[in-house]
């Protein structure tokens, strides 16, 4: 089965400093890589995803890449803010079939 | 915005009780979910159900969980005899027809197990 690897387990930045997380996945057939945003007690929230005819995807301060052959994807953040602090999942799946999630990442932006 | 709903938002239960854990999904979609993430953990994936049967399902989901989709609109996860260790938050996730599509996920119940 499917197994996401991610790192840094916990990330401290300055605000408006960038942050990079980076995951790997083992299944060549999965082919959506969504990321989750997190904070406490509450669902997770898509806040990008990546699908595998894609090599890189963006959205205002969030960006994502994909490095098929490698079976690396990432997530940029640039200009943190204090409310991107929260616990963020990057994930793998093929079609409909079952999310695998990464360990998460606790980013903490610092004011 | 269509969203998936959970309901009880909070359970607290005896161990050794029966828990019934209710969602109502994305009314067009057709694969169903549960997820149980314990404090401080990964989501991890429990069971999904299609075509009125489980498709898949992991190696937490031993013979006290059970799910069912009663009346085509609620999908529910039991849990028969809960132990100490169901205590996490369930979340309920649905997903539409065709294929690579993100899943939605209902906004959870914390269920504490006493």
């Known amino acids: 089965g499917e197994n996401v690897e991610q790192h840094p387990s916990t990330l401290s930045v300055q605000e408006g400093d960038s942050a990079v997380i980076k995951c790997t996945y083992s299944?060549?057939?999965?082919?959506?890589f969504p990321w989750y945003k997190q904070e406490l007690g509450k669902r997770p929230q898509l806040i990008i995803d990546?699908?595998?005819?894609?090599g890189e995807k963006k959205d205002q301060r969030i960006a994502v890449t994909l490095n098929k052959t490698a079976k690396h994807f990432s997530l940029h953040i640039t200009e943190t803010q204090p409310e991107d602090s929260a616990v963020y999942f990057c994930?793998?799946?093929?079609?409909?079939?079952?999310?695998?999630f990464g360990i998460g990442t606790k980013l903490q932006v610092i004011p | 915005e269509p969203e998936v709903t959970q309901t009880p938002s909070h359970q607290v239960t005896q161990m050794g009780q029966e828990v019934i854990l209710r969602c109502v999904p994305i009314?067009?979609?057709?694969?169903f979910y549960w997820y149980r993430q314990i404090l401080g953990q990964k989501v991890e994936f429990l069971v999904s159900?299609?075509?009125?049967?489980?498709?898949?399902k992991s190696e937490i989901f031993d013979d006290q969980f059970s799910v069912e989709r009663p009346d085509g609109s609620n999908f529910t996860l039991k849990i028969r005899s809960t132990k100490l260790e169901d205590s996490a938050m369930y979340f309920c996730?649905?997903?539409?027809?065709?294929?690579?599509?993100?899943?939605?996920f209902g906004q959870g119940t914390r269920l504490t197990v006493v």
């Open positions: 996730a649905s997903s539409g027809p065709g294929s690579d599509t993100e899943a939605f």
């Open positions: 299944d060549s057939a999965s082919n959506y």
């Open positions: 990546i699908r595998s005819n894609v």
């Open positions: 994930a793998a799946h093929r079609g409909y079939q079952k999310v695998t």
């Open positions: 009314s067009n979609h057709l694969y």
């Open positions: 159900f299609y075509n009125n049967e489980i498709s898949e």
